[in-house]
């Protein structure tokens, strides 16, 4: 009969950003370690709050499953003497394996027949081997940081203070970091801190809920919006949704209680990303909006721990945002005593890289990338450009970036605004940042792309013009994420840039900083960015061979590159395809090792050598008016027109001909072709099973 195996793990609180994974990973181990023993189970839950982690799995197995296991010994001729006596090899064979000779069987295999060894070995309990199978998954378990605590040597989350581990009802008995599991649970740490004995999952879910506790994530989590929701609608508002805030208090309580409170409308002057930060970031708490999405000075924190007393709650989370707020205030108030271009000159004592030298020379630096951008795409922003790159950095300085370094950008578009800069420039500020991470937006307007663009590559040529690239280890300039960020914006917006030209201008602007070779650290730069963009168009379910044959061909243009690849991938799925790949790879297989050179006409002297140039002129002709109107499909289908021609040489005349001449000038005709093909791709990187 199948059993219910129950395990949590008590601790002191965990951070809610580890919680949610930690479980995720709780039902892989316990999925993989079953498999592993052979036992049968049902459906795996995991739950968790800030103090436990709950693994749950239905209808375990009593036992693991026999299995039978098959040993090959000698072949049979060679076991058995002409009168069919058993030999040395089969006595030898029989008595290893603990068996008789009679008991062996005759196995047939490739070469033959061989006696052979079943031995059937019968599962073990499950209770027995879970004995072992649970501290391995509780060791197991990764977070971001880890402790150690007292003498033991382990490392989890937090401290763990008791195990709870039953199959069956009975305990499964192991010691983990100085703790004995057992059959005993804890309550909510305040309201119902008392040990009670667990007999299953059926009534560990209702003493655990008796005793304050909300297991269940997803439950804990509606219980939140509702009480959130309820909250805001008594002081006639509703609260700004926040899907993240959300799930982080979600895993920061184990009783959820939503009480309302107050501050001073003064503090409703501060810029609004100002007072939604302080709140959310700092505080975890909920701001609350009116009907057209106003801020109202009201907001909704949620509780861990209900009091005879909870005004006195409330006045204290009030007096906390109010000091939170009044700093702002502050800060905000001495900041805008003087414009934002006046502390521009600051940043000259800031230090961005000590190689690199301070925040003011790396503006310098990408504001020039930024004017070439704009030069080539819009020269009509040059001055917006130039004036958003000069101001984008400059709120580094300020005191309320200082306090909430995370609005780094918002700040200063804010304070542009007031000092009275252009609309486009003071968003450019604060969308220069953008994107900041996988799926996050683009900044709205090209001043922004620019600047955005221009940032992140002077900061990724330094870092490798000085030798500071990303490894496994680490990237402690989010290198990768600069990369992505570029990488992103010029497919979004479709800029069609040469990736060689601008990191050429960026080694230029820095060559006084570098210690790595100039063309050197351009090759780098360009591998790199090749590489996040091919891990990129991977991730997007682009074929693997596609991609590789595409950028192997030529990469410098994300643009251009995109549209091959959909161009090809589009291709592959129809019958031309399969002509076109074996043409190339017909022609790059008898020209490998050729250093190319210029068709004679003069030396084409039959008719299939002659009707080939005549369709690779005409084919190269439609190829380059296609290509410079990124009709790339259409540039293919050229291509495939050169198949028959192609044949027909193959067929016709002997490419390695005896006389040099000709030989040289067939194998320059064919150079000409392939390097045709690799306009497109290097078809020889294509799968065409």
């Known amino acids: 009969m199948d059993k219910e195996l129950l395990l949590e793990i008590g601790t002191e609180e965990i951070p809610a950003g580890f919680i949610s994974k930690a479980l995720e990973e709780m039902a892989l181990l316990i999925r993989r370690e079953l498999h592993a ?12 709050t800030p103090r436990r982690l709950v693994l749950l799995v239905e209808d375990v197995a009593e036992k693991q499953k026999d299995v039978e296991r098959e040993k090959l010994g000698p072949p049979v001729h060679m076991a058995f003497d002409d009168k069919g006596r ?23 295999g490739e070469k033959g027949e061989y006696l052979g060894a079943v031995k059937k070995e019968e599962g073990k309990t499950s209770s027995d081997l879970l004995v072992e199978i649970l501290p391995r998954i509780i060791g197991s378990i990764s977070f971001p940081k880890s402790m150690h605590w007292s003498t033991v040597n382990i490392r989890f989350a937090r401290p763990i203070h008791w195990i709870l581990a039953l199959f069956d009802g009975q305990v499964i008995p192991f010691r983990f970091g100085g703790i ?62 926040n899907q993240d805030l959300l799930e982080e208090v979600t895993h920061l309580v184990e009783y ?27 505080q975890r708490y909920f701001p609350v909006v009116d009907e057209r999405g106003n801020l109202m000075p ?68 990408f504001k020039e990338l930024a004017l070439h951008l704009a030069r080539k795409f819009r020269p009509d922003l040059e001055g917006k450009v130039e004036r958003a790159a000069m101001l984008c950095k400059a709120d580094l300085v300020t005191g309320m970036v200082g306090e909430f370094p995370t609005l780094q950008g918002v700040v200063g578009s804010e304070y542009a605004l007031i000092s009275g800069e252009d609309e486009e420039v003071t968003i450019a500020i604060s969308e220069h940042y953008l994107p900041a991470f996988a799926g996050d937006r683009l900044p709205s307007g090209p001043v922004g792309d620019f600047i955005s663009i221009a940032d992140r590559l002077d900061t990724i040529v330094g870092c490798f013009g000085i030798g500071l690239m990303p490894t496994g280890a680490g990237d402690p300039f989010a290198l990768r994420r600069q990369a992505l960020g570029i990488i992103r914006t010029l497919l979004g917006k479709e800029y069609s840039l040469s990736l ?38 991977i991730s997007e379910g682009n074929p693997f061979d596609v991609v590789e044959a595409v950028l192997s061909a030529h990469f410098d243009d994300l643009v251009e590159c995109r549209y091959r690849i959909d161009a090809l991938t589009r291709l592959k799925s129809r019958e031309e395809f399969l002509a076109l790949a074996t043409s190339f790879k017909r022609v790059t ?33 439609e190829v380059e008016k296609y290509m410079g109107e990124k009709a790339y499909e259409r540039a293919l289908m050229e291509m495939v027109k050169l198949k028959d021609p192609i044949d027909d040489l193959f067929e016709s005349v002997l490419i390695m001909d005896g006389v040099r001449k000709k030989r040289e000038n067939r194998l320059a005709l064919l150079g000409n072709i392939a390097a045709l093909f690799f306009r497109i791709a290097d078809f020889s990187k294509l799968v065409t099973e």
Do not use: W
Not at 505 to 520: A, D, G, I, N
Not at 601 to 611: D, G, I, N, T
């Open 500 to 537: 060689g030209e601008i990191i050429d201008e960026s080694v230029e602007l820095l060559k006084e900083k570098l210690t790595v070779p100039s063309e050197q650290t351009k090759e780098a730069v360009l591998d790199f960015l090749r590489s996040r963009f091919q891990t990129l168009l």
């Open 589 to 621: 297989h008898i020209i490998k090792g050729f250093p190319g050179g210029e068709v004679n006409p003069s030396l084409l002297q039959h008719p299939s050598e002659k009707a080939l140039f005549e369709r690779y002129l005409q084919a190269s002709a």
């Open 180 to 241: 004995e599991s057992g059959n005993q649970s804890y309550g909510h740490r305040f309201m119902a801190p008392q040990a009670f004995e667990v007999r299953d999952f059926q009534t560990y879910e209702r003493q655990i809920k008796g005793a304050f506790v909300i297991v269940d994530p997803q439950e804990r989590k509606k219980v939140i919006e509702e009480g959130i929701a309820k909250a805001a609608k008594d002081v006639s508002g509703k609260v700004l949704s």
């Open 256 to 282: 959820p209680i939503a009480i309302v409170g107050t501050f001073e409308e003064e503090f409703l002057t501060l810029p609004r990303e100002v007072v939604i930060h302080a709140m959310e970031e700092h």
């Open 86 to 108: 058993p030999t040395k090899a089969a006595l030898g064979f029989a008595k290893g394996q603990g068996l008789r000779v009679e008991d062996l069987v005759t196995v047939k």
């Open 37 to 48: 023993t052979r036992i049968a189970h049902g459906e795996v839950k995991t739950l968790g």
């Open 298 to 365: 009201y907001f909704v924190c949620v509780c861990n721990t209900r009091t005879p007393d909870m005004a006195t709650v409330k006045r204290g989370n009030e007096r906390v945002l109010k000091a939170r707020l009044s700093d702002a205030k502050f800060f905000f108030e001495e900041d805008i005593k003087e414009p934002l271009d006046r502390k521009v000159e600051a940043l000259k004592e800031v230090i961005f890289q000590a190689q690199l030298g301070t925040s003011y020379e790396k503006i310098l630096r």
